[in-house]
T-cell receptor, first 112, second 111 residues
Framework: EPEVTQTPSHQVTQMGQEVILRCVPI?????FYWYRQILGQKVEFLVS????????KSEIFDDQFSVERPDGSNFTLKIRSTKLEDSAMYFC??????????FGPGTRLTVT | QKEVEQDPGPLSVPEGAIVSLNCTYS??????FMWYRQYSRKGPELLMY????GNKEDGRFTAQVDKSSKYISLFIRDSQPSDSATYLC???????????FGTGTRLKVLA
């Protein structure tokens, strides 16, 4: 089964700081996604990325968020100025087809 | 009405039982349906993916979609203690990359 990896596994940051979460999809994946899961709540879509651009984003994905694929392998999510409510598990997902999404193990972000 | 509804459980069954997990949805545009298994503090693991209506089988798992009733099911045969996890349904309409997830059903298979 394809494996998506994410780093770090746990990130603690202070409110107002910038964080970058990293994902390494499988090499033949074309579609990339970020989701988040606040503790005890459902998985929520943030953004999808295809052909080096955002293909769709949710209302959660505001100007504080950005994504990029700088070197053709890593896929990153940046939060510019973290808020307490950004504390959650952030999952990267990727797939070779539009409706195929394999999730990584997640990064637990704690904002203090 | 929530877009995707899923009974949170927990659902406890004895080892070897057939498990039925279900989701209902309200958006008739949904065409793509997925089932994920999520162990505690881990990422969702893709189990089954179906398009439109019908059945799909993979080993001990069978996914069913009934679009007329807006109801999907995942059946697990010969359940094992290692199947104990939270099962998430997710679905998407055509023309969008966004999957809407259910809240998950926690399953406990007792040895």
């Amino acid at each position: 089964e394809p494996e998506v990896t994410q780093t770090p596994s746990h990130q603690v940051t202070q409110m107002g700081q910038e964080v970058i979460l990293r994902c390494v999809p499988i090499s033949n994946h074309l579609y990339f996604y970020w989701y988040r899961q606040i503790l005890g709540q459902k998985v929520e879509f943030l953004v999808s990325f295809y052909n080096n651009e955002i293909s769709e984003k949710s209302e959660i994905f505001d100007d504080q968020f950005s994504v990029e694929r700088p070197d053709g392998s890593n896929f990153t999510l940046k939060i510019r100025s973290t808020k307490l409510e950004d504390s959650a598990m952030y999952f990267c997902a990727a797939g070779g087809a539009k409706y195929e999404q394999y999730f990584g193990p997640g990064t637990r972000l704690t904002v203090t | 009405q929530k877009e995707v509804e899923q009974d949170p459980g927990p659902l406890s069954v004895p080892e070897g039982a057939i498990v039925s997990l279900n989701c209902t949805y309200s958006n008739s545009a949904f065409q793509y349906f997925m089932w994920y298994r999520q162990y505690s503090r881990k990422g969702p693991e893709l189990l089954m993916y179906t398009y439109s209506s019908g059945n799909k089988e993979d080993g001990r798992f069978t996914a069913q979609v009934d679009k007329s009733s807006k109801y999907i099911s995942l059946f697990i045969r010969d359940s094992q203690p290692s199947d104990s996890a939270t099962y998430l349904c997710a679905m998407s309409a055509g023309g969008t990359y966004k999957y809407i997830f259910g809240t998950g059903t926690r399953l406990k298979v007792l040895a």
